[in-house]
């Protein structure tokens, strides 16, 4: 569809107005809507939308400037990349931001703030060793991110003893 | 299997056949799924999202679904391929215009697929014709057992599966139903089913086109709340009770139109049957707005000697990169109307 003001570009945006009951239709490209004064609506970013929401939002704990720049001893993400993305850098930073991130959990899913639902099938019984090889884990990577080779090989090892017995 | 043996034909669940199909087009569950022991991928290196996809790929490659599976390296694929995976719900937008290694795992019948290192590890999906929630979402919890007995997902005994974003944190389920609504639109009610869903915190989405405007009257209804609420709990919501009503309004409004307006009811049908039969050129948008009148004068049986799944193929594979792909070249947008008009002329005159 062509834009009915340059007759040119290709009419991306389309205005429907309603004025005493009489509907009127008007398909202009961006460039002529902007020089009409109109100015585009577009969907607000999920991301964007939880910065908003998690500026606004009442906090018990208001989070200091230290706090805002604590990273992730796993990940290194900060708090306030956080916040400017929405998106985690790691699965520890659930634990790790838990207070601060908590409200925006539970807001954005309607007060629910703990997981009921599938589990996955080898969790019940061996949460224990789950844990336990999550936290191995962790170290692990630690090792690799401080270049400890030795400690990583061994953490490495541990790793492999634990999901051997597992089996 | 290449794609284009599977661009020239409809997907399965496209088909116009299960429960409630006159409205309910289709029906999808995806899960969102990370792996324990691994950052989330907005923090991990090339390498490491490699590491990533080799270990998911063999994974979903090795089970055993009932059908052959095949895998595109997205990273690798053409344009115009990850545009038809795109057009085909195989692939989000997102995936297709990302960066790094990543890839999908298909299903040869389309009702399963797996994307590879998009916004999480693992999202993967099941579709089927009509409203199937119940039965996408057995499928799906079973592929899911099957792959978790070869890897460890990232599980948290309070959130549950943890995702990059915690909006889907929890259960990482989407359920998605695809519905066709041209008489709510005609009567001029469509912002009261916006409403509504908006009021159940659900999001609506356009089927077709791009972004959120729903080109043709079909809209993608889905749940937004993961976290504090079980899978089954939603898709019975969906199933028994939000779904079901959507269905009434709309058959309301088919009613409405055919007690008050028969006449303008038949006059858009029979303007679209006779344009998309005679058309020279037609763009995409004509295409989606005229095949979405046809689609409901044959449902309300106002139109008779086309079917359904003709209407539905000529949906999937008018589409912009369906066309290019299937004709073996790139076209300007000139080419692909008279392209597209060829097409949907020869179906329908062939009935």
């Known amino acids: 569809m062509q834009c009915q003001f340059c007759k040119n570009n290709t009419a991306t945006i389309h205005l429907t107005e309603i004025t005493d009951g009489q509907r009127s239709e008007t398909h202009l490209c961006e460039l002529c809507a902007q020089k009409q004064g109109l100015t585009v609506k577009t969907q607000i970013p999920l991301n964007e939308l939880l910065s908003t929401l998690l500026s606004v939002q009442a906090q018990p704990e208001p989070a200091s400037a230290d706090d805002e720049e604590r990273a992730c001893p796993h990940c290194g993400i900060t708090l306030r990349e956080f916040r400017k993305k929405s998106i985690f850098g790691c699965p520890d930073d659930y634990d790790v931001f838990e207070k601060y991130i908590q409200p925006i959990i539970q807001y954005s899913h309607e007060g629910g703030s703990t997981h009921c639902g599938k589990v996955p099938s080898k969790a019940p019984g061996e949460t224990k060793k789950h844990s336990e090889l999550s936290a191995l884990r962790r170290e692990l990577q630690v090792a690799v991110r401080e270049e400890n080779y030795e400690a990583a090989a061994k953490l490495r090892d541990k790793i492999n003893q634990l999901l051997d017995t597992k089996k | ?351």
């Open chain 2, 1 to 351: 299997m290449k794609l284009n043996e599977i661009s020239s034909r409809t997907s399965e669940w496209f088909g116009g056949s299960g429960p409630l199909a006159d409205v309910v087009v289709s029906s999808r569950v995806r899960l969102a799924r990370n792996l324990a022991g691994f950052q989330f991928l907005s923090r991990c290196s090339s390498p490491q999202k490699t590491q990533i996809l080799e270990k998911l790929k063999a994974a979903v490659m090795s089970l055993d679904l009932g059908d052959e599976v095949f895998y595109i390296g997205i990273d690798k694929a053409a344009v115009l391929d990850k545009d038809v995976l795109v057009e085909r719900h195989l692939i989000s937008r997102q995936h297709a215009h990302a960066k790094g290694p990543r890839g999908v795992v298909i299903a040869n019948g389309e009702f399963f697929t797996a994307m590879i290192n998009e916004e999480d590890h693992l999202r993967m999906q099941v579709f089927k014709a009509g409203l199937q929630l119940r039965e996408c979402w057995e499928q799906i919890s079973k592929i899911d057992d099957m792959i978790e007995q070869k890897i460890d997902y990232a599980f948290h005994p309070r959130y549950g599966y943890l995702t990059a974003c915690p909006t889907n944190v929890g259960t990482g389920i989407r359920v998605s139903v695809m519905l066709h609504l041209p008489a709510l639109r005609m009567t001029g009610q469509i912002e009261k089913f916006f409403a509504a869903a908006k009021s159940m915190n659900l999001a609506v989405r356009g089927l077709f086109g791009e972004g959120t405007e729903a080109v043709g009257d079909f809209y993608q209804l889905s749940n937004q709340v993961t976290l504090g609420v079980s899978e089954v709990e939603i898709v019975d919501e969906f199933t028994d009770s939000t779904i079901p009503k959507i269905v009434e309004y709309e058959n309301l409004a088919r009613d409405q139109l055919l007690v008050k307006q028969p006449e303008m009811l038949d006059d858009k049908t029979s303007r679209a049957i006779g344009l998309l039969k005679n058309a020279r050129l037609i763009s995409s948008q004509e295409a989606l707005f005229l095949l979405s009148h046809l689609r409901m004068g044959v449902n309300m049986k106002r139109i008779t000697g086309v079917s359904i799944p003709v209407i539905n193929e000529l949906f999937m594979l008018t589409q912009p990169a369906h066309l290019q792909l299937n004709s073996g070249k790139r076209l300007e947008p000139a080419g692909r109307d008279r392209l597209r008009a060829e097409i949907i002329r020869s179906r329908l005159n062939q009935n």
